[in-house]
């Protein structure tokens, strides 16, 4: 097992790309299943997540290559209506076929995703959408059985709480539906947009793109389409946040500043000097941070994937700062490995109270999931002394090249294997 070892305290310098985001290529690697050819996919980022969805198409048929960060999906023939347990249970996003498979085959059969070390993130959106669209569901040792007799009808569905991946499967479950389903109250991120625009252009129905209410009305037949993956606005916020730590000034280019509204207003209110252009943000840090106050929300609020990156810059400000998380129960389980290096924060249910003390120390420290990997790494970045990070496939599922990339920019950081 691969471990990521850092001597901090070295400022950051110099420029980076930023690769396409992986929240976005899941999806649109799904969306191939709804009908046959070839589809093209530019910027997608080669990842652990990306490579077990691959995997999982490969599993109904599907035949693909890649070009650098351009995959080709083949889905001319498929066989197969079932994604096993044994892919599933790595990855979440799997659960995104559901919709593609029932929108083609009438049919699907899919490994309940289960737990999550961050919490418990309930399909539950997902079944009671397509139960509305006229599917059969039956819930039979750990699997969802899905089937639909007559096709796919539209409804209306509403989503006490916007689901990205619940509104991302029922609008790929809709878009041949019978009729029109009307999504209220849907997600509004910018990887859900990417995903309509990747429909729009297989011939789908679809209004509302950024809005909380997307009408689709269903069509006969859709067409093999290309599209380009967004820039993965978390890969961008996690160094941002980076130079924010160890100082420096960096150049990131690639990216799209647009859909990172509120953390680049909170990472200016901490001190950081940000310029940006439609494609570029330049990120410098020369005095000290100031501590800022934030609550994760749905988008266009504060991201939730950046909260454990923040959370480990704000150890190192100055005064009192005061986390509240209100997307997932469990995402504070970074802040143990915080306190190992030194970070003083007590969490008192949903909130985290962080005392700034401008100072941390290299520590071993274990990966709890994959932003919480992050808040190490960006910890370590700062930290006196060395740091060790182990359990780092949690790293790999979501960040391309993350050590060459800081690498690059003159941080002392490199992969080894870890004696067993």
Request: glycine share 10%.
């Amino acid at each position: 097992m691969d471990k990521i070892v850092i001597e901090g305290g070295k400022p950051l310098q110099g420029e980076i790309s930023i690769s396409g985001a992986k929240n976005a290529a899941l999806p649109l690697i799904t969306a191939t299943l709804l009908t046959q050819g070839k589809h093209i996919i530019h910027n997608v980022p080669d990842l652990r997540d990306t490579r077990t969805m691959l995997a999982l198409l490969e599993t109904f048929g599907v035949h693909w290559e890649r070009d650098g960060a351009t995959l080709t999906i083949n889905t001319e023939n498929i066989a197969g209506f079932e994604a096993s347990y044994d892919l599933v249970k790595t990855m979440r996003a799997s659960v995104l076929v559901l919709g593609p498979l029932l929108s083609r085959m009438g049919r699907a059969r899919v490994s309940m995703p289960g737990g999550c070390a961050i919490g418990a993130r309930p399909i539950d959106y997902h079944l009671q959408g397509f139960k509305k669209m006229g599917v059969e569901l039956d819930l039979d040792e750990g699997y969802v059985d899905a089937q639909v007799a007559d096709g796919l009808n539209g409804c209306t569905v509403y989503f006490d709480i916007p689901s990205v991946t619940g509104t991302e499967n029922v609008m790929m479950a809709a878009v041949k539906a019978k009729g029109t389903t009307v999504i209220k109250n849907a997600a509004r991120e910018p990887e859900v947009g990417n995903l309509v625009d990747m429909l729009l252009a297989m011939g789908a129905d679809i209004e509302g793109r950024d809005t909380d209410k997307l009408v689709i009305k269903g069509v006969k037949k859709l067409k093999p389409a290309e599209i380009t993956t967004i820039p993965d606005r978390i890969e961008t916020g996690t160094y941002l946040i980076a130079v924010g730590a160890a100082g420096g000034k960096v150049k990131l280019k690639n990216c799209n500043p647009s859909h990172l509204p509120s953390l680049l207003e909170k990472l200016r209110e901490a001190g950081l000097s940000i310029t940006e252009t439609d494609d570029t943000l330049e990120v410098s840090r020369t005095g000290s941070l100031r501590s800022i106050d934030f609550k994760t929300l749905p988008y266009p609020g504060f991201p939730t994937d950046l909260q454990a990156q923040t959370m480990a810059l704000m150890s190192m400000a100055n005064g009192l700062s005061v986390i509240a998380e209100t997307i997932f129960e469990n995402r504070f389980m970074h802040v143990a490995e915080l306190k190992r290096m030194g970070a003083k924060i007590r969490v008192d249910g949903h909130s985290a109270i962080v005392h700034g003390n401008g100072g941390l120390t290299g520590a071993r420290v274990m990966a709890t999931d994959l932003r919480a990997s992050a808040s190490l790494v960006v910890a370590g970045l700062a930290a006196s002394g060395v740091t060790e990070i182990s359990r780092i496939y949690h790293l790999e599922r979501g960040y391309e090249d993350l050590v060459r990339k800081l690498d690059k920019l003159g941080a002392r950081i490199k992969k080894i294997k870890e004696e067993k």
